[in-house]
């Protein structure tokens, strides 16, 4: 397993700050804290790192900045808050990162910037000359625009989706807990720390907890979801607690934090794209001899499919779920929807006739697909005795 080492040594860098890290929320933007952040940036960028930074905090300076009241807030009040908290957090950066003559660029992105690919790919454009020229990309979600059907919903998705889009090496979850306990530890006083985190198992994803404050919409579970994003593209993670004013400085002194090992076997660029898919567009329910297929590195063939669900179009991203209920597996459907039920567990052989034209004989290509589930054998499939029960 690659172990930890040194922040200087990676190459490229995505931190993600949590609002409340940034805002507070009687007193508006922690200019202090930013200006101990922007120094700690500014050392790694003079050892020669890149470093983005994925900010929360535009609603939350927002609000802080109109007096609105504590509590939820209604859409459209979100939006407005975001309108103008967005300028305010541009400016905060800029003008604290320019004390030591870095040049900050604002990227606004939503949903479908990072879930269709020709828009993956020009953000993903514009992010790197951002960082070809020297600049720090301030990124955060456009949640002017972003409504609860077509949103992140939270900056550590999107901070893992922007770390595998940029071939970052590592990925930096900052907030207001510093780890992976097996247990919420506001809950729980016996819960453990856990230092390094091999692989994100099912039994990991079980320690998940929710959010602790109201200024975040993540909590343990999404950073988990972050982890599974970022690891399976090769790129480290480390979730630590920001509320030191210089939180980088403090992990490379020891401070605790926990630390997620990359994949030994990252998949490639494209294949990244379709395993960090927030959205499938469907469903295909697979049975247990296509599961060990799936496993083996085999397509997977309309035979071993038992029901599909949802509405998707040849090429949209949909979901393969394993007999326990699990998804296993992303890829790219060879067909539409319809079509994929008509031909749901019948012989590759038998699909010209029942459509009547040749189509392609797996319902999704090897080539097209990302094993997601992690697993000490990478497999959904049943014990023995609850197979036959």
Known sequence: MTSRKPLERYRRIVIKIGSALLVDRASGLKKTWLDGMSADIAALKAKGVDVLVVSSGAIALGRSVLDLPSGALKLEESQAAAAVGQIALARAWSESLS??????????????????????????????????????????????VATSEIRYGDNDRLAARVATMTGADLLILLSDIDGLYTAPPHLDPNAAFLDTIAEITPDIEAMAGGAASELSRGGMRTKIDAGKIATGAGCAMIIASGKTERPLSAIEQGARSSWFAPSKAPVTARKTWIAGQLQPAGELHVDEGAVTALGAGKSLLPAGVRRVAGQFSRGDTVAIIG???REIARGLAGYDADEARQITGRKSAEIEAILGYAGRAAMIHRDDMVMTLATRTGLDVPARDEAHA
């Open 99 to 144: 004390h030591d003559a870095i040049v900050a660029g604002q990227i606004l992105l939503t949903l479908g910037d990072t879930e269709e690919r020709r828009r993956y790919l020009n953000a993903r454009a514009t992010i790197n000359q951002l960082l070809k020229i020297g600049a720090v990309p301030i990124i955060n979600e456009n949640d002017t």
């Open 323 to 325: 007999p326990l209920g």
